[in-house]
């Protein structure tokens, strides 16, 4: 379902900063189902499209797919997580 509303995600800068989401309220109830779809779901992931404040769309992609080692040695971006690059590869054929 795509909700033509204004959501935006600000990344936390540094270590113990505060990361903050700002949304309209359907843009945040729309989040908020794709959140409980990626941690009930079958499948453990989920996407949403929403709108940035510049009103151009975007995609928001949510998984519980990862493995114990990512964990472990988190990397920079989320297209290094495995699941996400087999997501990707998945989403170009």
Do not use: C
Request: charged share 30%; net charge negative.
């Amino acid at each position: 379902m795509t909700v033509r509303a204004r959501l935006e995600i600000y990344p936390s800068l540094d270590i113990k900063g505060t990361a903050t989401i700002v949304g309209e309220r359907a843009a945040l109830k729309e989040l908020a189902q794709a959140l409980n779809k990626a941690a009930d779901g079958f499948t453990g992931f989920h996407s949403v499209h929403l709108y940035k404040g510049n009103g151009h769309d975007y995609e928001i992609f949510i998984t519980r797919n990862i493995e114990e080692s990512e964990w472990q040695n988190m990397p920079k971006r989320s297209n290094e997580l495995e699941f996400v690059k087999e997501y990707t590869e998945m989403r170009l054929l």
